[in-house]
């Protein structure tokens, strides 16, 4: 029992006035003897005791109406949360892309957001959260307002960082009384995530009225040649065999083919399409199909002229970067210390220093710069390397440096096949292969370990070192035949080509939302100038880094919608980027709470979003005691005057 007015409980202590008063009016008996002593003892003691349990009955109910008419003014309660006790609601709704399908009611996304502010008590205060934006301490009418107008966006938010956000929420709410209600498909999601601490929440899953899915998984290029490329698409499906299934391709909207494909169940697909070349093709793959989902029926992708990466090499025996670095993809120079051309080196997206004894102080200032502006330096030192222009050199760029040679045969044992250079390069992790060789090394000197390659004793064969902007690669060990055979090794074509590659970051045929894309621009802008996506009325400006020869924009936040971005500097379109939504929200694959129920206890899954609110209304539903006790007190008021009106004693 709770009271809406404890203070009132305070005046209890009145309840002693009536004590004393029946105390003081206590009287005594003055007994008179008679002769007929048997017979007047025994009516004097009735009388004393029938007076005496009169005033104790009359006290009683005195004490008895004071009780209840103070305790109806203290309006008691029965409830699961004190009257003055605010309610807020955590309410997490997900509206990510695969919201965007129809269940027995219609759209999941619009009959959820219609519910909630159906069944929603509007006198609560609420707190929003999407998966875009948090809406923290709203009433009913803004809530009501933000869900009629939210739609579905590319982005995710994974279900730890929502229980993790709700554990904050929890701990800013102390003194209120909080409900927290997850709304989802819970797709792709772990039971895993739901731990003894986890906050107790209501869930309730979202379902489409359909089990079978077909995607478009990826676009890519083979056989490119001066007249046709062909363009293979890879179909992803979910569910049962599909037959006779229409596909087209596009330029824009202008069509270029169409055909039908069949898949099998829960199996992949490849389909051909060869399309004459066209200068500024942006291709659009279109999938015809009823089924689950319908943003992952459609592929944008855009072909355009890749200019050559640049690559100096700088040193003797370059032979082997010939046949890594070939005409096609990038634009080989080779000089040595006495020929160099100063001015080309800014220009340069890969410097290559190929076992230089020494490296001149001219060449020390015009790399740092060059690095400084987000250029690529791979190292090589010579066996007769003079340390300290070397170590000139890299303490100018990341404060690391190479120690004293070492004369030992080391074999090359480790793969850091999660670094960005080996990353796409393995089908799987290979555990034994033919260990390349070295006799001698210089030990690098590192305030961390980046290591691509490794020595058997753990030290860096070659590893990725701090720069301010640029990316140093640094070799422990030169590579000439008389110290190494790593030349002979396999992994001298993906290393140097990844090295190439990771030095301009040309733009693909698409990019996926809500994942963080770098794009590197060949444009030189002036101090103030910025680049910008735009797509019809949209104009966004993207994080970017100018650079001497180049501009590196990053998108992630921005563009959120798939289709064809422009990038534009003024009024001139330089490229044209292409954006698909992320392949993960394609999958028809979610949590089972079933199996979850006796882990998590603290989820409690209901039926339906009506279900929530009701059971949270019935718990807290408030009954009323107060007019009980004003009946108590009226009730002990009668037999008060009863017991005066006809107990005589």
């Not at 009959?111 to 707190?127: E, L, M, R, T």
């Not at 966004?540 to 650079?547: K, R």
Request: aromatic share 12%; charged share 20%.
């Amino acid at each position: 029992m709770q009271f809406k007015n404890p203070e009132v409980l305070y005046f209890l202590f009145l309840l002693i006035i009536p004590v004393i008063v029946h105390l003081f009016q206590l009287q005594k008996f003055v007994e008179t003897p008679f002769t007929n002593v048997a017979l007047l003892q025994k009516i004097s003691t009735q009388s004393r005791k029938s007076n005496t349990l009169k005033k104790w009955l009359i006290l009683a109910t005195r004490l008895l109406v004071f009780l209840s008419i103070l305790f109806s003014f203290s309006q008691p309660y029965l409830s699961s949360k004190e009257i003055n006790e605010n309610q807020n609601f955590y309410i997490y709704l997900d509206n990510s892309l695969s919201l965007n399908t129809k269940g027995n009611r219609g759209n999941l996304l619009k009959i959820a957001a219609q519910d909630i502010v159906k069944y929603a008590p509007q006198n609560g205060v609420f707190s929003l959260q999407t998966n875009r934006d948090f809406y923290k301490n709203i009433d009913f009418l803004t809530l009501k307002k933000e869900l009629l107008n939210l739609k579905n966006t590319s982005k995710r938010k994974e279900i730890e960082s929502v229980i993790l956000k709700i554990s904050e929420f929890k701990e800013s709410k102390t003194k209120t009384l909080t409900y927290n209600i997850l709304i989802s498909d819970f797709q792709n999601t772990c039971k895993n995530v739901f731990t003894n601490v986890t906050p107790t929440f209501s869930a309730f899953k979202l379902q489409s009225s359909k089990k079978n899915n077909i995607s478009i998984d990826s676009v890519f290029l083979k056989n490119k040649n001066s007249k046709n490329t062909t363009v293979i698409v890879s179909i992803k499906n979910e569910g049962e065999a599909q037959n006779n299934v229409p596909i087209a391709i596009y330029n824009q909207d202008k069509l270029l083919s169409k055909q039908s494909f069949s898949i099998q169940k829960n199996n992949t697909k490849k389909v051909t399409f060869t399309l004459e070349n066209q200068t500024n093709f942006l291709g659009k793959v279109n999938v015809t199909l009823s089924d689950t989902f319908k943003f992952d029926n459609t592929l944008f992708f855009s072909l355009h002229k890749e200019d050559k990466i640049k690559v100096l090499c700088i040193g003797n025996n370059t032979k082997f970067l010939t046949k890594i670095y070939t005409a096609d993809e990038f634009d080989l120079v080779d000089a040595n210390v006495n020929t160099i051309n100063y001015n080309r080196i800014l220009k340069q997206d890969l410097i290559v220093l190929n076992e230089l004894e020494t490296i001149p102080t001219t060449l020390v200032k015009r790399l740092v710069n060059f690095s400084n502006n987000g250029g690529t330096i791979v190292i090589i030192p010579s066996n007769k390397a003079k340390l300290n222009t070397y170590n000139t050199l890299l303490k100018e760029i990341s404060n690391t440096s190479l120690k004293a040679k070492r004369k030992d045969t080391l074999k090359i044992t480790s793969i850091n096949f999660n670094h960005p250079i080996f990353r796409d390069v393995f089908t799987k992790k290979i555990e034994n292969f033919q260990y390349p060789t070295t006799y001698s090394y210089f030990p690098i000197a590192l305030n961390y370990n980046n290591a691509i390659l490794s020595y058997e004793n753990k030290l860096p064969f070659v590893t990725e070192i701090k720069a301010a902007k640029g990316k140093v690669f640094l070799f422990s060990s030169p590579l000439s035949r008389e110290n190494s055979n790593f030349l002979k090794s396999p992994l001298i074509v993906p290393l140097f080509y990844n090295f190439g590659k990771v030095s301009y970051e040309y733009s693909k045929l698409y990019y996926r939302l809500d994942q963080e894309n770098k794009i590197d621009i060949p444009i030189q802008l002036h101090r103030e100038a910025v680049l910008s996506l735009q797509r019809n009325n949209l104009k966004v400006i993207p994080p970017q880094q100018s650079y001497q020869n180049k501009v590196s924009i990053n998108t992630f936040d921005y563009p959120t919608e798939a289709g064809f971005y422009a990038v534009v500097h003024q009024k001139d379109t330089l490229q044209t980027l292409a954006f698909n939504p992320p392949k993960s929200e394609s999958k028809l694959q979610f949590l089972n709470f079933n199996s979850i129920k006796n882990e998590a206890k603290m989820v409690k899954n209901e039926a339906s979003i009506k279900d929530i609110f009701t059971k949270i209304d019935k718990k807290n539903e408030v009954q009323w005691l107060w007019k009980w006790f004003l009946t108590l007190a009226i009730v002990s008021l009668l037999l008060e005057i009863l017991i005066l009106k006809f107990y005589k004693p």
